[in-house]
């Protein structure tokens, strides 16, 4: 299956990093099955750094990974998508267990319902059902070293602005 990274960089050879800023399922690295969700990825990147030029990184990935790796899988959002995200976004330093996660991308509109939710203003139940109404795209964090061993890099498709 084909999935896909978007960044500044062509990245050849993913690696695990630290990130400046929470993400819904921490630190590592993120793709996607959406090429236009690598795209506006990519293109946001592209703005904050006030660059011209991004990349798509296109990689071939092992299915395996799922029977082979320690994996948590949200197939829509629930309770525990909700608790896991925001755990990963409210506590700093939070780590969790997991090779590699997949779900849903809690892109900036669902990201404002969570901030709802935080706030009090949103019960979990409500937020679920207005998240379950949106089309959420789809995300795959490698979380340690070892998940990477299933990617392999194919090509990286530049991105202008």
């Given at each position: 299956m084909k999935?896909?990274?978007?960044?500044?960089?062509?990245?050849?050879t993913p690696e695990i990093r630290e990130s400046n800023r929470t993400l819904d399922y921490g630190r590592g690295f993120?793709?996607?099955t959406s090429y236009e969700q690598a795209e506006s990825w990519v293109r946001r990147r592209m703005g904050e750094k006030r660059v011209?030029?991004?990349?798509?990184?296109v990689y071939e990935f092992d299915e395996m990974a799922l029977q082979n790796?320690?994996?948590l899988v949200f197939d829509s959002p629930s309770d525990e998508w909700v608790e896991f995200v925001m755990k990963n976004r409210t506590q700093k330093g939070y780590l969790h267990?997991?090779?590699l996660v997949y779900g849903q991308v809690a892109n900036d509109?669902?990201?404002a319902a969570f901030a709802l939710y935080e706030g009090g203003l949103l019960d979990k139940k409500t937020l679920i059902s207005e998240l379950k109404a949106y089309t959420l795209v789809d995300q795959y964090?490698?979380?340690?070293?070892?998940s990477l061993q299933y990617i392999k890099f194919v090509e990286a498709k530049e991105v202008i602005l």
């Open positions: 999935i896909y990274h978007g960044s500044i960089d062509k990245v050849e993120y793709t996607t011209t030029l991004g990349y798509i990184s790796l320690n994996v267990k997991y090779d509109k669902v990201y964090l490698f979380h340690t070293s070892e």
